[in-house]
């Protein structure tokens, strides 16, 4: 089965310094891959996601994403981060076809600083 | 159109007691996915359903959790018995279809807290 590991936890960066989240998954094939945020007291909302085609893929609010085969990795970035991105982060892996389809990663929790 | 709702938005409880949380898909969404999400954990898949299909009920942890999903809409999750370790925000999702292909669509969740 597939699985998402995001090693940081935590990350703190000052309003309009640039932004890369980790994300790291396993899967014996093609994955699809997703990011989502989840803001205090709101849903999970979806970022972007890749299925095939072109590795690096672009999102809403101005995240984009690439997918690097050889180091099973989906990492989230923006160049320049507002207040408003402070909010939790999950990176999902989802298997073509099969019963089970949607991994989430533990999350990573950004906060910006003024 | 109205997204994915919840009820209620939070729920405290005492252990030993039963509770039952709802769902309201986005009409016209045939697949339903329950998640759970405890303090520092990822999303836990619980359950989905797809149409009139069989429920896929592998997440599930225990049998004291159970849904059910009446005319292919509304779902309700229980859990029978409450135990401390089940507080959590349970989240709901619906997608178009089902398959991972299908993004899934989230309610706000349901803050449970076992007393």
């Known amino acids: 089965a597939q699985s998402v590991t995001q090693p940081d936890i935590h990350i703190t960066v000052s309003e309009g310094a640039s932004l890369e989240l980790r994300c790291n998954y396993s899967?014996?094939?093609?994955?699809?891959l997703f990011w989502y945020v989840q803001s205090p007291g709101q849903g999970l909302q979806l970022l972007l996601k890749?299925?095939?085609?072109?590795?690096l893929v672009q999102g809403i609010k101005g995240f984009e994403a690439e997918f690097k085969r050889s180091q099973s990795s989906f990492n989230l970035r923006k160049p320049s981060v507002h207040w408003s991105d402070a909010a939790e982060y999950f990176c999902?892996?989802?298997?073509?076809?099969?019963?089970?389809?949607?991994?989430f990663g533990a999350g990573t929790r950004l906060t910006v600083k003024p | 159109g109205a997204g994915v709702s919840q009820s209620p938005s939070n729920k405290v409880t005492e252990k030993g007691k039963d509770v039952e949380l709802r769902c309201d898909p986005i009409?016209?969404?045939?697949?339903l996915y329950w998640y759970r999400q405890s303090l520092g954990q990822g999303l836990e898949f619980l359950i989905y359903?797809?149409?009139?299909?069989?429920?896929?009920k592998s997440g599930l942890p225990s049998d004291r959790f159970s849904a059910e999903r009446t005319g292919g809409s509304v779902s309700t999750l229980t859990i029978q018995r409450t135990q401390q370790e089940d507080s959590a925000v349970y989240l709901c999702?619906?997608?178009?279809?089902?398959?991972?292909?299908?993004?899934?669509?989230f309610g706000p969740g349901t803050r449970l807290t076992v007393l």
């Open positions: 899967y014996g094939a093609t994955p699809y």
């Open positions: 999902a892996v989802g298997a073509k076809g099969g019963n089970n389809d949607m991994r």
């Open positions: 890749y299925f095939s085609g072109d590795t």
């Open positions: 009409s016209g969404h045939t697949a």
């Open positions: 359903f797809q149409g009139n299909s069989a429920p896929d």
């Open positions: 999702a619906s997608s178009l279809n089902r398959g991972a292909v299908d993004t899934q669509y």
